[in-house]
Structure formats: C-alpha cells, structure tokens
C-alpha cells in the first residue's frame, strides 16, 4: 500500500463506523465491474449509515477525492468506476427500513430481487425489472433509472420515485422529493442549515431550468426510455419542483442517495407467455406495432445468434425453437382471470400468424413451468454469450440504445449494414416493445484496432439513432462507455447539464467523467487490461511445471497446476463481471459464503479479477504468495457452484487452487490447516485404536483439546470409527480381480469415510451390485482421493496421491471395468482434479472418463434394462438432498431417479441450498458457526419437513444434518438395498407399516 492510501485509510478508520480498505487487493477488486472497463480507486469505504456516507463526503471534499457511488458494480457502462474513494452500499445498507400499503422505504443496497420477495408476501411489487435484479441494488437501479421487460406495464423507476435522502459532495443531509420554488432567491446563513440549503438547490435549479426551457425543449428525444444525461423535461411544474424525480438517472454524479422511498404495485393475479417464431429480423421488428395494439405487458426481441446458444445449451429449446427461425418475440399478457389471458395470447399469435402473416409460427405457455422455461430465453442466455470460444468477446459498448418503435424496422437495417461493413459479428436483444436494443458486438479487446472500431461502430450507429429520435441508453445510463457522446445528442443543451452538476457539486468530486463530458475523453480509455503479460517457459517431463514471469518486472511464478499462462488468463478472462455470482436467489447454490455474507471479496468474480490482475500485471506477480489474496482465496470452499451456475462457466475453483497452491509452495501453512488438509491421515492413525478414538470423540475434555491442537470445532458432532476399516477386512478374494467377460463389472473406489466409519455402505453397494450380477473388483493399493489436500492448495503432496490412485486403477480401466464410488467428491476429485494436477496422458484421461458415481452407474445399467426392480413395499418420506459435489459432475440426479423406482417411498427433492459443510471446511473451529448458518435453511427443512429421513450420497452433508436433526440420514444406496430386501432399514422407520393394506383394519 503506498503512503498515500495509507493516510486515506488510517484517516477514514477514525471517521467512520463501517469499513474502510485502501491494499491493493481490495482496490483492485472495485477496479472493474460488468463494464469493459478498469480503474483502480484510491480506496474502498462500506458505510454502515448515512453518517458514514457524510463523514466520507466531508472527507473527500476536504482533500479533493473523486467519490463513486456502488451497489452490485453490475453496470455494462463503468458507471461506479473511478480514481478516488467507491462507496460500496451493497456490504452493510440492505435493509429494509418501512414498509406502507403502497410504498416501501429501503436503503441504497437493498437488492431489487429480495425487496421483490418480500413485497410478494404482501401481494405488492416493485415493477421496474432490471436484468439482474437478483443482484442489483435498489440505489443502482434509481441510479441509472434501469427499467427492463415490463416498461410497458410499469414505466421506470422514475415514475415510482417519491423520496431520497441524498448526501451532498459537502456532506449536507437533505430529504427531498416534491418541493415548492421559493419566490425570492433564498439568503443564507453564515453556516447554513440543511433546510436553507434545500431551499438554495430548489431556487437554483428551478431558475435554471426556466431560464433554458427552450434549448430543453428542442431536444430531439423521442423513444420512449432515455438515460442519458439529465432528466430536466418535467421535473418543474405548476411551481413544484421534483428534486427526487430530478436525481434518478443522474449516476451519482449529483449526490449520494442513501434512502429511497419508491411507490409499489399490486401483482398481477393472472399472466401468460407467447413466443412468436419469425423467419428474419425485420418482420419481427414490423410486428412489434401490430403486437402493440393489443397491450401487452412485455415485448422482448432476441435474434438468430440469441437462439442458437439457447437449443445448444438446453435441448428443450431445440424441440421449441426450429433451427431455421431468424428471430423470435416474447409477448406477456396479464388479466384478471385466466380465461382472460388465454384470450389475450390467442389474439395475439392470430393477430400475426394469420392475420398479418408475419410470424412463421408461436407457442402458448400452457402452465407456470412454460412461462418460466419462455422466460429463461429471454433472461439466461445473454451472459452465457461469454462462453464462447475464442479470443472475441462479447463487448457492452452500445448495448443501450432505444428508438422510437416505429422507427425499429429502419435501424435494425442500418445496423446490419454497419456490422457487414466492419466484419464484425454481434449478438441481439431487445425490449422491441419500447424500442429498447441490446447490441452487443464481437470484439477483441487486446487488439488496438479492434478498439478503434469499436469507436467507429458507435459513432455509425450513434448518428442513426439521433436521426430517427433515439437516444445512445435507454436504461444503463451514460458512464465511461457513452458519456463521451452525450454532447453529439444534446448539443448545447450539455452546458446546461454542466452548470447542473456546478450547482449541486460544485468541486465536481461526485462521480466525475461520468454524464457531463470531459475534455478529451473517449470511450477506448481506461479499458480492461485482458493479455497476459508473461514470458512463457515450456514445462518439461514428470513432475514439472510451466514457469511464468508476470507483473512485468521479472519475478518468476512457478504455476501449480497442468495448465500455462495464457490458458489460465483465458480462465480469468472469462469472467465479464456480470455480478450474477453474487446473487442470493432461492433456487441457486451460487457460492455459499457469498449467500450468508455477502461481500466482494467472497464473490466468485473478486476471485476471477485478482487472479486476472496478477498475470495483467496489474498486481505485482507476487501478490498470489501474499496473506491478503490468501484470505480472499480462503473464501472458496471448492464447492464447484460458481462454475456450474456461472453464465460463463468460469472455472474459478481451478483458479483459487492455482493461487492457494502457490502460496503453500512458497510458505508452507499453519498446523490447523496442514493437519486438515490430511485428515485422512489422521483418520487413518485414529483408526489403529477405534475404541478409544471414538471414547475421545465423545469426551468434552478431550475435544476441548482437540479444538486447540488440531483447530477441530469442539460443537461439531463426529461419527464414530469402524472397529475395522473395509479395506483391511478385505478377503484374499476380494483383492483378486475377477476372470470375467461380463458387459457389467467395476473397480470400487473406497472413500475415506465409507472405508473408515460407514463400512456398512460399502457393504450394502456390494449386495445392490451383487443382486443385479455386476462383477467387482476392489484394487488393493489405492489411497483416498486427495480432494482436502487439493481444495487446501496442498498439491506436491495432491500429485503423488492422484499418481497411485491413477496407477492403481488405470489397468482395469484398460481392460473394460468402470470405476465407481459412493462419494461425490472422490468422484469428482479422480474426474476432474486429477486431470488438472497431472500431466496430460492416456492413463489419466481413461480413469478420468471412466470413474462415476456408483448411483449414476446403477441409472446407467437400469436404462439398458440390466436392473432389478423387485424392490419391497417402503411406506416412508425421505427428504432429498443433491450435493454440490454430485452436482459439479453434471450427471442430474440419478439416486433420485433410482428411488422413485421405489414403490411406496415418497421423496421430495430439497432445494435449499448448501448443507455449509463443504468437506473438511465446517469441521474447522473457525468456520463451525458460519457452516451452521449456511446449513440453517436444509437442516431447518428436514428438521421440521413431513420427512421421516433424509438421504443423500455426501458424508459430510450428513454430518450436517444429523448434527441438526434427530431424524436418520441415509445414503441412496442404503435405501436402494433395503428395498431390495439386502439390509435392515434403521429402527425408526420399521415402525411404519409395509404397505398400504397393512394398516386397514
């Protein structure tokens, strides 16, 4: 940290009563956002009040520090980028402070999507939808006045703002709405109050408006959104002046809004989807007017581009979408009952299926499950446009413009015209219903030239948008991206806007570079750094590693894994920044640190733009050996949710093990998490003397010790060790490999916890296989798999372990045998992990294609028809938790489909979220109570669920639970075999009758 950010920080600390970081690892996490775009601040303040944001403004002012204003950082435009100090809202003001029958009072970082949730409990809604509005916040919503697909039925958030409390650059406090002019300019004290300063800004900006109401309204503006620049059209009337009405869309730039008071709807009772299938562009954009006529409440274009990536990703939308369609509409309709959306939908495809004969095709949402499938077109698939290969990428740099609607049909001509001429491919999305247009263009951002067209596309495209009445952003706002062209749509109405911004910030601290142009400015600066800048060294045979020389002065980095540099930066690039990691939705899994904490570092993203950072040369190269980024690293658990539910796939537990594994190479670790990352070790010597190690486990003195020498939590229940291990009771036979021909036969992999406490579970697998005539071979000399040492950065050691495990069960691969396990995470560690630890050869490859999970084996062998199904009567619950682990190997969930073959057993697939173990993490003393808060709402679920047991295949998922509940928790394969009549099921469920005639009297 230089000296500078240093006096920042340690002055700020003593200001304020949030947080207050100036190292570079946290700057540089707020360097980027969404944008194309990255600037380093000075520092980073998370306010816990409107106090704070004051003492920080006062500050800021006093020393002439830019302030930029932040919620989710999910800008495409780099609208909360900046030098000087970014105000993070989203850390510590999220709440919600009043809720009335039609209006809602929150803070600046309540996000949209949860300020949505609870109005549903209320039958309200707040209605203007952004894009990301299940990591947005309510202060960047009315920041850049973001609207989405419901303008038609809601307006923006400008229509529903009634109140702010706003912060000045000086740090005056002031509340302001609706508010009459003064007829005299107002005299103030020698230290004016903050009502004589209300007064001063009403006068003053009222004046100003009067005195150039005709350069406001010669604008020509006509789409129906516009945020950019000003808003001055309407905000005075009849001797009112709408101060809040004034400051939505103004980017910070004006003041710092801390509180908004924002009108609410009623929801809609009934609503229903259509999509409308066209064969080109333009006769989509000409049925929008016709579509139009009826009211619809959305509206939403998405071209050929668009669709392709939606039937490659999810085959449903391959049976919806034929391959030849061009384009396809969204149309929503909402009534009062359901006749009355059905009638509306019909209208609509007659109206350009047969009437108008534009559309080729449509399909009604007959239930919620389709309005929710068509929906996902629309939402989903934007974002993966980044999982693209290549070294284009998908840029946001005139993704906002909006036209009026009849002009629609003209533009999009125009702009495929201007793509043509450029050679450049872009992908299409739009709210066609008010003109909106999400252009996104395919562009290489390491390529100077490809910068210089991007400035030649905008200014094409830019001249034909003014032509027609539109504006350069309808709902992102201006920031670093169109600001610079704010001054070719108003011409000499920007003087205005200048003497706005002189009015309300007068040191011009707020936000600068943003709105208001600046001399010089373009929209190519400050741009991201995406090339690594490295010397590549080639690795050699064995064990070696590729050497990389980052950060531009000449240290080398040793790489940890069996990866190079450029494929590591292309990784890390790989992230755009959406934000849609931070995102705390029910449904989602994404990053369980993140849900109960929510903060930069722990977002998936921060990883992704330090890791970036380093090889960019951004951050020193030695940065990954340092503690800060270590803690940052920390944060990931390996569960592997980021990279399933990230738009992108980006791999960012490969990239954490790149960095922890770095920092164990060059500094060893401490003892807690040494001996962790070989639990298995100690599991394995506690296990030479089972009775007493179970006496220890149970022993509160002895735990107590425990905890302080070997950092295991004291709270955290254990189970109990097998008095043998299965694979020392192994019989001479078992060890031999069977001389057998049969199409079915698998080499057991035993986990660590089967092989040393639940030796039942290996015993109950080798009855189910037995029972439907699989062969097994059970290879002596394997180890356990090695995933805490690898998610713990400890790969010297990883590597050896992953080289016997692939030595050991490479031959029977060779000669026909799948590999199999009842753990999740082993399965995932010979599948994935070991194929990066180890050098890229055969041997690895086949184990890894050819290693599942035993309950994905079994599902596989019913579809050929090779399973038995003469399964007895079970008259039980059981409440079903899917692993992160299982889910990582992207297989569905084939226990759940083996037990529904089940007659008599009711399971319900809890989706709660992570259980908060994440393997040996929530066994640590200082993870116990945040593993426990993550786990709240499944162990509460099957706690208080209609559930007689729960089931899963993750060992320490059902530590969790049994910890939590006083209801069994058993494996799948357990269940399949008591079914089968192999094994007894636990006492508590023997109670229930065996089937449904038993219990007539």
Known sequence: MDPERQRIEEDLRGLVAGEVHCDDVTVQQYATDASSYEIRPHGVVRP?????????????????????????????????????????????????????????????????????????????????????????????????????????????????????????????????????????????????????????????????????????????????????????????????????????????????????????????????????????????????????????????????????????????????????????????????????????????????????????????????????????????????LHRLQGVRRAVPFVEDMAVPVGALPVFLRHLQDVLKREQVTASLFGHAGHGQLHVRPFMDLANPNEKRRMERLASQLYEKVWLLGGTISGEHGDGLSRTPFVAGQYGPLVNVFRELKRIFDPEGILNPGKVVPESGARMIHH?????????????????????????GAGQLVELQLNWNVDQMAHAARSCNGCAACRTRAPGTRMCPVNRFAPREEASPRAKANLMRAVLTGQLPPDTTLSEALKEVADLCVHCHMCRIECPANVDIPRLMVEAKGQYVASNGSNVYDWLMARIDMMIRIAGRLPRLSNWLFGNPQARWIMEKLLGLSQGRKLPKLASRSFMKSLSGEQR??????????????????????????????????????????????????????????????????????????????????????????????????????????EDVRLVSENTQDASHYLWQLHQRGGLKLDFEYQNYEVAYHVPCHLRALEVGTPSGNLLRLVPGLTLHQVEKGCSGMAGTWGLKRKNYRNSLRIGLPLISEVRDGPYHAAVTECSTCALQIDGGTHKPTLHPIKVLAAAYGLIDVPESLKTRPKNPASSQP
């Open 736 to 841: 031999k490999q069977p001389d057998s021909e049969s199409e079915n036969r698998v080499a057991l992999f035993v986990d660590t916890f089967a092989n040393h406490f639940d030796t039942a579970l290996v015993d109950a697998l080798l009855k189910v296989l037995d029972h439907n005539g699989v062969d097994v071979y059970i290879p002596p000399s394997q180890h356990q798999s090695g995933m805490p040492l690898i998610s713990s950065g400890y790969l010297s050691h990883a590597r050896r372990v992953a080289h016997r495990n692939v030595a050991a069960l490479v031959e029977a691969v060779r000669l026909g045998y799948k590999v199999i396990c009842t753990e999740p995470t082993a399965v995932l560690a010979l599948v994935r992990e070991y194929p990066a630890l180890l050098e890229d050869d």
């Open 527 to 551: 741009l991201r750094q995406v090339s690594p800048d490295v010397d590549r060294a080639t690795g050699g045979s064995g064990d070696s590693l590729p050497v990389a020389k980052t950060g």
């Open 48 to 384: 816990n009040s409107t106090d704070d944001v004051v003492a920080t403004a006062r500050y800021a002012s006093e020393h002439g520090l830019p302030l930029h204003a932040r919620g989710a950082g999910s800008g495409l435009a780099g609208g909360a980028l900046g030098r000087g100090l970014v105000v993070d809202f989203s850390r510590n003001m999220r709440r919600v402070l009043q809720l009335r029958p039609d209006t809602v009072r929150v803070q600046a970082g309540v996000v949209h999507g949860e300020l949505n949730r609870l109005l549903a409990t209320h039958g309200r809604v707040f209605g203007p939808d952004p894009a990301r509005s299940s990591v947005s916040t309510m202060g960047g919503v009315v920041a850049v006045n973001a609207t989405g697909s419901h303008f038609l039925r809601y307006g923006t958030p400008r229509d529903h703002t009634r109140q702010m409390r706003v912060v000045l650059s000086d740090g005056t406090v002031l509340d302001v709405g609706r508010h009459p002019v003064p007829e005299a300019a107002p005299v103030l004290s020698e230290t004016p109050t903050a009502d004589e300063r209300l007064q001063e800004l009403v006068w003053s900006v009222a004046t100003l408006i009067d005195r150039n109401r005709g350069t406001i309204r010669s604008t020509n503006i006509h789409s129906h959104v516009n945020s950019s620049g000003y808003h001055l059209s309407d905000v005075l009337e009849d001797g009112q002046l709408d101060l809040a009405r004034l400051l939505v869309g103004s980017e910070g730039t004006l003041a710092l809004a801390t509180e908004l008071v924002v009108e609410t709807q009623d929801l809609p009772t009934e609503h229903g989807c259509a999509i409308l299938i066209f064969e080109s562009l333009d006769r989509a954009a000409r049925a929008v007017q016709e579509v139009l006529t009826l009211k619809p409440v959305a509206c939403d274009l998405m071209d050929r581009r668009h669709l392709s990536l939606a039937r490659e990703l999810d085959v449903r939308y391959e049976l919806l979408i034929p391959g030849a369609a061009e384009a396809v509409l969204l149309v929503e309709h909402y009534g009062k009952t359901r006749e009355e959306v059905d009638q509306k939908l019909e209208a609509t495809v007659d109206l350009v299926t047969n009437v108008t004969r534009l559309a080729a095709g449509a399909h009604i949402a007959t239930d919620e499950s389709d309005n929710a499938l068509f929906w996902e077109l629309a939402q989903r698939f934007v974002p993966t």
